[in-house]
C-alpha cells in the first residue's frame, strides 16, 4: 500500500488575538483491492485578548470513508486466510480475476470452490462493507478576571457524529451473510456537550503558593441508530436496495440519552518549590444509575518532595525527588441498564410485530463500579544530569462489578442484576534508567532502557458470584486463559490413545496459562546531529501465552509444510498406513477424576502405541478445527 498525506495551513497572530485554521487531506491506498481509505480534516480556531478578558475557539471537522474493509481477517472473507490454507497451490488466482462465470454475471462467481470459499477476486468487490463517517468537535472558553488573582472560566464544547454503513454480498457468496443476496444499511448519529463554570485563584505568600479551583460540570448525551437490511435474499442480482428484498425488510431503530451534572475541586500547595501537594475532590450524579444511588463520591491525594533541595548532596548528584498518589475513581453503568424495557421484533411471525420483556431483573439498588490506586516512585539524576533513574510502583483495585447472576426461570427471569463483592488488583514496577553517553559538539547520543511488570489477581472473592474454577483463588492471577478440552496422558506425561490409535480427548475446561507477559522491556537509542535524528528501538513481551490460529488452520487444511511427509504419501499414493501415534494404549486399570479433570486415582496399566492410522485421520483428530484451539 501507499500513503499519501496533503496538509495545507494558514496563521495569523496579532497583539490582540490570534487566528489559524488547516485542511488535511490523507489517502491510503490499502494492501488489497478495493480497500482504500480517504480522510480529509479541517481545523478553525482563535483566541481573543482584551484588557483582563480573554476569549478561545476551535472547530475540527474529520470525514473518513472507505469502499470495503472486508478481507483483512480470519474466516472464510479473508484473502490471505482463502488463499493461504484453503487454496492450493495448483491454482493461479490471476485466472480467476474475471470473477462471474460467462453468461451467468450476478448470480454465479467463478471459483474452483463453490460450497465452502469465495474468489479472492469476489470478495474484494462483491462482499463489501462500506463506511462514510463525520466528526466535528469543538469548543469555546472565555475567562474574565474579577480581581486579581481571581479568575472566572466559562468553557463549552462538543462533538457530533454521522456514520453510514453499507453491507452488500452478490448471490452465491459464501462468506457473506446470504447466499442469495443481501443488503444492510444503518445509519447513526449522535451528539454530546460538555459544559463547564470554574472559579481560580492563585496566591502567594513568600515561599508558599496556593492554587484553588471549583467549579461543576454538566454533561449530556443523545445517539440515534435506524438500520435496515434484506430478508432471504434478493429479488434482482445486482440491485442492493432493500426495496430489493425477497422476503418483508428487517428495520428498526433505537436511540440512547444520558446527562451527567458534576461538581468538582482542587487545592494545590507549594512551598519553595519543593514541596508540592495536590488535593482533588469530586461528585457526579448520573441518570444512568438508579435515584438511591445515583450521587458518587471520588476524591484524590497527590504529593512530591525535591530532597535534594533541602539536603546536602554530592556534586555528582543533581536531583533527588520522591512522589506519590492516592486517589479513588467511580464509573456508572451503561444507559439502561437499570431499565426493563420491550424489545419490539418487526414481522416476527405471519407478518405481525412482536414484543418481548426482558429476561434480566434490573434492581434499584444497584451501585456504581469503583476503583482505589496508589502509586510511589523516586527520580534521580546524575552528573549534570548526564544519567537518571526512575522507579514507580503502583497498585489499583478494582470493585463493585456489576454482574448477571443467574436465577430459576419459574420466576419468569432468568438472571439479575448485582453487585460483587469480588475485587482484583492491578499491581507493579517500573523501571527506567537512561542518560546521554556522548556529547560533542553538534553531536550527542542519547540512550534508555525501561523495564516494567504487572500483575493482577484476585484480591478478594465474592463466595456466592465468583466464579468457582479451581484457579480462581485469592492472590492467584485473572488474566487466565483456557482450553475447552485437555488430551488424556499418562503419569509420566505420555499422550493415551484409543483402540483405534488416535489421542483421547477429555471434555474438561483447563487452565493454559496467562495473557499478559511476565514482563516487559524496551531499549531506545537516539543520535542527533545538528537537525537531523536518528532513532533505533527494540523493545519485547516476555512471557505470557498466545494462540496461532494460522498455524491451527494449516494442519486442520494440510496444507502445513510439515504435514508433507512419508506419512501422507504412504497414504495418498501407495494407498498404505504406516503413521503410528508416539505414545501409550491403555491395558488394563482405571482413573477417577474430579469435575474439572484432576486425577484423583489412576490404576491403569499401559503398552507402546503401535496402532497403524491414518494420518490425514489423525491430524485432523488433533486439529480438529480451523478456528479454535
Known sequence: ?????????????????????????????????????????????????????????????????????????????????????????????????????????????????????????????????????????????????????????????????????????????????????????????????????????????????????????????????????????????????????????????????????????????????????????????????????????????????????????????????????????????????????????????????????????????????SSRSYEFGTSMHWLKNRIWLDVTYYNKVNSDFAVQAPMSIGSGFSNFYVNSDEKRQRQGVEVAIGGTPVKAGKFMCQTSFNWSRDRYTYKELDPTYSTKRPWVQKGERYDWVTCDYLWDTDNKGNMVHGANGLPVELSYENLKGYSNPDWIWGFNNTFMYGDFTFNIQFDGRVGGVAYNWTDQALWNSGAHKGSDNKYRYDEVVNNKLTYVGDGVRVTGGKIDRDEYGNVLKDTRTYEQNNKNVSYEAYVMNYYWNSYTP
Request: zero cysteines; glycine letters at 10%; charged letters at 20%.
Open 1 to 369: 500500500g501507499m500513503v499519501t498525506n496533503n496538509n495545507i495551513s494558514v496563521a495569523y497572530q496579532g497583539e490582540k488575538g490570534a487566528f489559524r485554521t488547516s485542511l488535511t487531506y490523507v489517502r491510503n491506498k490499502g494492501q488489497y483491492p478495493n480497500t482504500k481509505q480517504n480522510k480529509i480534516t479541517y481545523t478553525l480556531g482563535g483566541d481573543i485578548k482584551l484588557n483582563k478578558f480573554t476569549f478561545e475557539g476551535n472547530m475540527t471537522f474529520n470525514k473518513r470513508f472507505y469502499p470495503n474493509n472486508v478481507g483483512g481477517g480470519y474466516g472464510g472473507g479473508g484473502y490471505l486466510y482463502n488463499l493461504l490454507v484453503w487454496t492450493g497451490s495448483e491454482y493461479d488466482v490471476r485466472d480467476y480475476k474475471n470473477y462471474w462465470v460467462d453468461g451467468k454475471e450476478n448470480i454465479q462467481q467463478n471459483w474452483m470452490d463453490d460450497k465452502w470459499y469465495d474468489n479472492p477476486w469476489f470478495i474484494a468487490n462483491e462482499i463489501t462493507h462500506e463506511q462514510d463517517y463525520n466528526f466535528t468537535n469543538g469548543f469555546l472558553s472565555a475567562k474574565y478576571e474579577i480581581l486579581k488573582d481571581f479568575n472566572i472560566m466559562i468553557r463549552s464544547g462538543f462533538d457530533f457524529y454521522s456514520q453510514k454503513d453499507e453491507w452488500r454480498n452478490a448471490i452465491s457468496a459464501i462468506g457473506g451473510w446470504d447466499r442469495k443476496g443481501y443488503y444492510e444499511q444503518n445509519q447513526n448519529s449522535g451528539f454530546s456537550t460538555n459544559n463547564d463554570i470554574m472559579l481560580t485563584y492563585n496566591k502567594s505568600w513568600g515561599k508558599f503558593n496556593m492554587d484553588l479551583l471549583a467549579g461543576g460540570t454538566l454533561y449530556y448525551y443523545d445517539s440515534e441508530s435506524i438500520y435496515g437490511r434484506t430478508n432471504n435474499g434478493l429479488t434482482v442480482p445486482g440491485f442492493y436496495s432493500l426495496n430489493a428484498s425477497v422476503d418483508p425488510a428487517k428495520t428498526g431503530q433505537g436511540g440512547s440519552k444520558k446527562q451527567v451534572n458534576s461538581v468538582f475541586g482542587k487545592a494545590t500547595f507549594a512551598w519553595d518549590n519543593y514541596l508540592f501537594v495536590d488535593v482533588t475532590a469530586r461528585n457526579d450524579w448520573s441518570s444512568s444509575l438508579p435515584s438511591s444511588t445515583r450521587s458518587y463520591f471520588y476524591p484524590s491525594v497527590a504529593g512530591s518532595f525535591i530532597l535534594s533541595e533541602v539536603v546536602n548532596m554530592p556534586k555528582w548528584w543533581d536531583m533527588l525527588k520522591i512522589r506519590g498518589s492516592w486517589t479513588k475513581t467511580k464509573s456508572d453503568i451503561g444507559i439502561y441498564d437499570t431499565k426493563n424495557v420491550y424489545s419490539i421484533t418487526t414481522n416476527m411471525w405471519d407478518g405481525m410485530n412482536g414484543a418481548s420483556y426482558p429476561g434480566t431483573i434490573r434492581p434499584d439498588d444497584l451501585r456504581s463500579q
